[in-house]
């Protein structure tokens, strides 16, 4: 390690006790946008405990989803947290996993870097970790960096280890640990109980580290008597208890914290002079989600509906788009196999707007072609990602382009009308790994489409993540048939977006638009979706 180096950039390593699903990933977001509303450069990093390399093969029923970053990287959702909070640009190096911190270190033993050395997970993969937290410095003032996992399972250890080395080597100044436990109010006895945040604490103070600030989650604040009591049994100085209380929007976070003090605590310890926050956005954003001035409904037909988790950066990007029309939406979670039972009039006759997300595989595609269908037909607004783009193509070719069996190579590989279709030389690999589409690409828009309309600009970059596309050989049948083709690759290769034109909107993307929003910068397909579909219920309602 260089010694100038390391002296320029703070770290904040944030750790979790107690249980999983306590916020670490928005509590280190909001750290993130605490920092930078003082002006303070931040990066965010997540170090993963999991054996994958990276979450991309991971079933987003087990892991949530996965969120693609500008670079192709397919990484941990929080990594979505990090992007929406703060102006930081996730990249491949901003997720670790075990699964990668080891499949460097054997390649490297392979190649003989050792020298005929023993491999040992202390030095050589603690060494490994401590690398990547140089790699992600960069220019920044400060590198938040989250440890996934809770303190006592096995598999993070070696990231305690490193973080815990981490600190002797550059100095108590630059380097901070915060905890997050849990202070549950139990209702008996009508008290809080603190007992298991000082077992969190007594557990990494066994392998060296000594939290310097303790975040406690919790559905009340900490009365002063409770967080002098936290403050004595963890050696931590009695203002550093923070109270970590649950919030109504994600978006509050940072403003809870900053009323406790957790951003002036910070950089007073890191020693970063810095001016007062300027907090004006998220109180802005904050307010338009509190008082709506009117509400839409969207139905999102989908695979994975029973768990959010999975449909985390679109469930957020629907909130963003209701933040810029003043609307909160109400989102109705369909299972498109229960289209496929009930019929799509059942499910969507009283909806304002429809929208397929992305996905894999055939489950549930047929329910999803006629929820498109009641959209084409009912004209209704719809918005088709990735794979509801595909779907939007294939409910155009069968029940408009009459070609009745058109299909994707990817749910019926002997369709004789594949209108979405791997690209020539992705079949030639016969090879499916390491064939998608992964990251930003760059789009052309044709004017005066729906497109166009909302981004207000010629060229986009979006972010994909997708095997098949849309089959040329279909591009002119199609288009003879009514389909728009509205935004296609700079060489006009690829089909980039679909559009029906004798409609209110309807618009199909081939890229996932979601993983760009942010509250304070709602991307422009979501934001004219909500618009459209409000104006949509305004034309129900008065006609
Ligand atoms: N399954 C489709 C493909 O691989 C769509 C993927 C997606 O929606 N992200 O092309």
Redesign the pocket.
Known sequence: MEEKKTKETKYIFITGGVLSSLGKGLASASIGALLEARGVKVTIQKLDPYINVDPGTMNPFQHGEVFVTDDGAETDLDIGHYERFTSAKMRKINNVTTGGIYYSVIQKERRGDYLGGTVQVIPHITDEIKDRFITVKGDYDVVICEIGGTVGDIEGLPFLEAIRQFRLEMGRRNIIHIHLTLVPYIKSSDELKTKPTQHSVRELREIGIQPDILLCRTDRFLSPDLKKKIALFCSVDKDCVITARDVETIYELPLTLHQEGLDKIIVDLLGLPTKEPNLTMWERIVEKIKSPQTSVVISVVGKYVNLKESYKSLNEAIIHGGIENNATVNIDWIDAEEIERRGPETLLSNVDGILI?????RRGIEGKISAIQYARENKIPFFG????M?CAVIEFARNVGNLKEAN?S?FAPDTPHPV?DLLSDQDAKGDKGGT?RLGAYPCQLKKNSFAYKAYGKREIYERH?????FNNKYRLQMEEAGLSISGISPDGNLVEIIEIEDHPWFIGGQF?PEFKSSPMNPHPLFREFIKMAIENRDRRRTG
């Open positions: 997300p992305g996905g894999f595989g990602i990735c794979l509801g595909q994707s990817e979405i998608m993540r997708h095997r098949y596309e996932h």
